[in-house]
């Protein structure tokens, strides 16, 4: 795709499913790089055949789901603000909101690193480890978690640069880094002998990679950063957290519920977290494009928005939810096909076998309502309301996965537990559709009534 001039807006216009299709799978590539980081430690740590390495692995990714929703959240709000000002035509603008959610991601992210750091045995024993299993996995995150900073660039730095409609570039940022893990890991982890520890190096690594990719093309292709100031800072502190905020409190709902679903899969023994973790690895790396929606509609959203054209809101909203249900008819028919293969890959028996036969069963098809909520959310950040992500996220993770769980185990054993947690996005995702859609309608100005202000209270654009 061709970057519009100037720092113009590129996606005021043109078929939207066509920009849909183009941002998601370019944006999934990278999505999927960042995940297949994780999903390759779990490989190469499942050859050495011990199912605690397996399990510490299981529990430090809940873990680093839980503190990767602050950069989640930070790139949701950057993108939106960017997009947002580049559909007003003022490029001078995106670039002090990109600087300032920069400065201002990569500070939370010492910070809140820091405090999970201090407190991971605490949190690996929350989640049900015990044992040598719960000091493998401490000892891992020990090594991975301060490296939260460079992935915030790196995250906020892909989020622009899909702002920008660069998706390419953006996506090469994480492609590298996962390229630089899958030559590392096999290294470190057998060359070395240093098993979890040479994993949890090259994923540090790798971040360090992402992060410098993804602010070069920044600086090289569309202008740079504008000079940090303090009151600069200051003044985008709170736009920022408007859309942060709401944004890391919806991201956080997933590891929460996700920690549920591990403490309830460890009463079954470290072949059903074994199994568990699999399927949770290859969830992100099968379901990239979807996981990438938020991300790649969203830009296409704030744009049209800033520019005024509801109407081109609504169609880019309505293609999406299209374009999530092509995607997982696609790959659910794939994993099912592979499910063997998979299995093989893992070196999966007995009950982790059946938890990963189970996942590429009817449990992907679920994945469609799983989409619609991602789709939602992209509306929802994007069109001055945020907070209703926040509140579909939690419900979905809490109303919607708890009671199924605990259904579920009760009936099914550790099928039951992913059963559960699969069934409970049903209801949300069908309300998360019925919301976004009221919300675009309250921000369609009726005919004849004139122009619409913004969340932030300046008029749209439409020139």
């Known amino acids: 795709m061709a970057i519009a001039p ?20 370019t944006s999934s590539v990278g999505l999927m790089a960042i995940f297949a980081v ?13 199912s605690e390495l397996a399990a510490a692995v299981g529990y430090g990714g809940a873990i680093m789901f839980f503190v990767t929703s602050f ?14 000002a580049l559909g007003m035509r003022d490029p001078a603008e995106a670039k002090g909101k990109a600087t300032h959610a920069l400065i201002l991601g990569v500070i939370f992210a010492v910070a809140f690193s820091a405090v999970v750091w201090l407190m991971l045995d605490v949190l690996v024993g929350l989640l049900g480890a015990t044992g040598e299993t719960r000091a493998l996995a401490v000892h891992y995150l020990q ?10 660039v790196g995250m906020v730095g892909g989020a622009i640069l899909r702002s920008h409609g660069d998706a390419r570039r953006a996506m090469a940022a994480t492609l590298w880094g996962a390229a630089v893990n899958a030559v590392l890991d096999p290294i470190l982890i057998f060359g070395f002998g240093l098993e979890l520890t040479g994993a949890a190096v090259a994923t540090v690594v790798a971040r360090m990679v992402i992060a410098a990719v993804a602010l070069l093309p920044i600086i090289r292709h569309h202008g740079g ?35 549920w679903v591990t403490r309830a899969m460890s009463e079954y ?24 929606l938020s ?100 419900g979905r993770q809490t109303i919607g996965t708890v009671p199924f769980v605990m259904i579920g185990s009760v009936w099914f054993g550790a099928t039951g537990v992913l059963f559960g947690q699969a069934i409970g996005g049903v209801l949300f995702g069908l309300a998360a559709v019925w919301l976004a859609l009221r919300v675009i309608a309250r921000r369609t100005p009726s005919e ?3 122009r619409q202000s913004l969340p932030d209270g300046r008029p749209p654009s439409r020139g």
Not at 6 to 25: D, W, Y
Not at 38 to 50: A, E, H, K, P, T
Not at 345 to 362: I, K, N
Request: aromatic share 10%; glycine share 12%; net charge positive.
């Open 448 to 450: 004849g009534s004139g």
């Open 225 to 259: 950063f504008v000079r940090p100031s303090v009151t600069g800072i200051l003044t985008d502190a709170r736009p920022v957290a408007a859309i942060a905020l709401p944004a890391i409190l919806t991201q956080m709902a997933t590891p929460v519920g996700q920690a």
């Open 71 to 84: 950069g989640i959240g930070m790139s949701i709000a950057a993108g939106a603000l960017v997009a947002r």
């Open 38 to 50: 994780d999903l390759i430690n779990m490989l190469f740590i499942s050859m050495l055949g011990r």
């Open 295 to 394: 991300g790649a509609v969203g830009p296409i959203i704030g744009q049209n928005a800033g520019a005024g054209r509801f109407d081109r809101v609504r169609r880019a909203y309505l293609d999406g939810v299209m374009f999530t249900a092509l995607v997982i008819v696609l790959v659910s028919a794939l994993l099912f096909v592979l499910r063997g293969t998979i299995a093989d890959a893992f070196a999966a028996e007995g009950l982790t076998r059946d938890l990963v036969y189970l996942f590429c069963g009817p449990l992907s098809l679920l994945w469609f309502f799983n989409g619609l909520i991602f789709v939602s959310n992209a509306a929802f950040n994007n069109l001055g309301t945020p907070l209703h992500s926040t509140w579909t996220n939690w």
């Open 269 to 292: 023994g470290e072949a059903a977290v074994a199994g568990m973790a699999i399927a949770g690895r290859v969830t992100p790396v099968a379901f990239g494009v979807i996981f990438a």
């Open 143 to 152: 090594i991975i978690v301060p490296s939260m900073p460079f992935l915030m």
């Open 6 to 25: 100037g720092g113009q807006a590129k996606f005021v216009e043109g078929n939207l499913f066509r920009h849909i299709t183009v941002m998601s799978l």
